[in-house]
């Protein structure tokens, strides 16, 4: 799966669990989805119907603003989850805090 | 004398040792849990709530959504009584459990409890209370003083000289939460729970 397509996945579990009052498909990738009205229980959801459709799981350490701020940011997050989940040797080290700081 | 009460409870009131007040809220819509229990079922359940906290909420008809949204709203009240700078402690770390007058207490496990320790947060009050479709929570406590800076505002004045672009509460719900995201286990007492109907 490349990170586009990714990307468009995380866009439809947004737009369908994220509760936004905007359409979800003019959303730029970076656009700040808490801005656009994104609340902390609806990125709960979120997370969870991201973790369903890609059998991860957002440990801990993920758990921040950051992660969920953009379809880009979890598209990234769930990059190296899924690089690790599927044990690929010299991967990078994990940056969980890569994103843009709220 | 709102006024006043608003500079009582300042966020640079200092009790004693230095340490400063800090309170959260949280505001659910009932129907969004009952939503997400819907469709996400027990992942959703078992990801946000102990079995102790289910336990709780549950009722001859089954689970509570109310309780459930409260006790959501009062684990994102102490979140940010907490402050994390870094990822936040997982939902079942921050607990709310039922003392048998009816009042909340908040008890923090793990990643939760170590942030309180480090944040210099002991004792965390919670209210919690539903109406309306509504669960709204409220914590309290006191921690080592925000040291960070102020958030620059935007340049400008009004007419009267001035105009202050901080957030207000509700503002700063709705855009920035305070997923911080980013501390022994501390029997934390009491508050005011709901006593709504089940």
Sequence with gaps: MTSDQRNEAIRSIVAEHGRLPVDVGTLGVDEDLYEAGMTSHASVNVMIALEDAFDVEFPQATLRRATFQSIASMGRVLEVLLSEASGEAGGPVPSYGASATA | MADVLATSISSTARGEGGQ??????????????????????????????????????????????????????????????????????????????????GWSEVRLHGEAARLAQAEGVGHVSVSLSHE?????????????????????????TDQHGGHDDAHDDAHDDAQHDHEHHDHEHHDHDHDHNERKRA
């Design chain 2, 20 to 101: 400063a007040l800090r309170v959260g809220v949280d505001l659910v819509a009932v129907a969004d849990v009952g939503r997400s229990v819907d469709r996400l079922g027990d992942r959703y359940l078992a990801r946000l709530f102990t079995d102790d906290e289910l336990a709780d909420c549950r009722g001859p008809r089954g689970l509570r959504l109310e309780s459930l949204a409260a006790r959501f709203a009062a684990k994102e009240a102490v979140l940010k009584v907490l402050r994390p700078s870094g990822s936040r402690p997982e939902w079942r770390d921050i607990e709310v459990r039922r003392r048998g007058g």
């Design chain 2, 132 to 156: 309306a479709g509504l669960a709204v929570a409220v914590a309290a406590g006191t921690g080592r003083p925000d040291d960070t800076a102020l958030v620059a505002t935007a340049a400008g």
